[in-house]
């Protein structure tokens, strides 16, 4: 077999799996949207998709015989790492589409890398705070103005809605950099990470509603649907898939599926729940990208 057909064969074998899992969390927003407008709470919004994703994985974990992981510090690191990528931005995404449509919040969450940059100087070593990356940081946050259009002034409950989905990508951003430095070990197994992850998770969040007060609602049929298509392939398949690429192709190509995303979420918002999109959300939408790649591009060598 020649080098390119065994490229041929590998690109075959993940952009298939990749374009799937993109499409999956592209239409994660909708599926948010109909459980909200359901009647169903944030917080509960959450947990079921936890509780779902977490199910899908004790079967995967199961069938595979990976055992849960016995270290205290493990779980210690996956509690937090569950509050900050599961618990708080799921249920900060639920509260925000209460008051922004689907496409906004998917477009927003393409801040996240510019987040988990930040986050990742500061807690890993040996990632500096470069000219580059300094540069596709400002692009990224000149894209987030145009996407918001803050020159057109915005209700309060607008404002709202928009704080919380960047509050979502903060923790993101967070989170991520910290799976990064405290939990993502080599030779772990990324599949019982993420079991735990999202037990702990669903546990955080059965604290918070039963402290909150919040009993369990039992929604019509299309957002009950989109509660168990969420939790059960917008969390735990895609987690599965995700893995599934990274192996394939590798964490940074794997990386880009954020790039494709808020293709999904403006399309699907826009033809299944009718929302409208701006032209300015678009351009915002792509400064967001280009400052990204700037972020990650290397200058060339002279």
């Known amino acids: 077999m020649t080098l390119v057909e065994a490229r041929a064969r590998m690109r075959a074998s993940w952009m298939p799996k990749f374009f799937v899992l993109s499409g999956i969390w592209g239409a994660s927003f909708a599926l948010i949207k109909l459980a909200v407008d359901a009647g169903v709470a944030s917080v509960w919004v959450a947990l079921w998709r936890c509780a779902f994703g977490a199910l899908v994985l004790s079967v995967v974990c199961a069938v595979r015989r ?8 493990i779980w210690g690191h996956a509690a937090v790492v569950a509050l900050l990528v599961n618990a708080i931005p799921f249920t900060l995404f639920a509260l ?17 890398p510019i987040m988990t940059m930040g986050f990742t100087i500061l807690l890993v070593p040996g990632e500096p705070l470069t000219r580059r990356r300094v540069e596709g940081v400002l692009i ?9 259009g803050v020159w057109r002034g915005m209700d309060a409950d607008t404002v709202g809605g928009i704080a919380l989905c960047l509050g979502a990508t903060l923790c993101y951003g967070a989170g991520f950099a910290y799976t990064h430095r405290f939990l993502a070990k080599p030779g772990s197994s990324p599949a019982v990470l993420s079991l735990t992850q999202l037990l702990t998770a669903t546990l955080e969040l059965a604290l918070i509603a039963l402290l909150a007060g919040r009993v369990p609602t039992v929604p019509e049929w299309p957002g009950a649907v989109g509660l168990i298509v969420l939790g059960v392939f917008g969390t735990g398949y895609a987690f599965v898939l995700n893995l599934e690429v990274i192996a394939s192709a590798g964490a940074t190509v ?10 999904w979420s403006t399309v699907l918002g826009a ?24 972020t990650r591009s290397r200058p060339a060598l002279k």
Do not use: D, K, M
């Open 271 to 294: 033809v299944l729940l009718s929302e409208t999109v701006r032209w300015n959300a678009v351009i915002g939408a792509i400064a967001v990208v280009t400052g990204i790649v700037v």
């Open 66 to 73: 990976e055992a849960l992981p016995r270290t205290r510090s």
């Open 140 to 148: 990224g946050f000149a894209g987030v103005a145009c996407l918001l």
């Open 96 to 112: 925000a589409e209460q008051h922004v449509g689907s496409v906004l919040a998917g477009l927003i969450n393409a801040t996240t």
């Open 254 to 263: 794997a990386s880009t599926i954020t790039y494709v995303v808020p293709i």
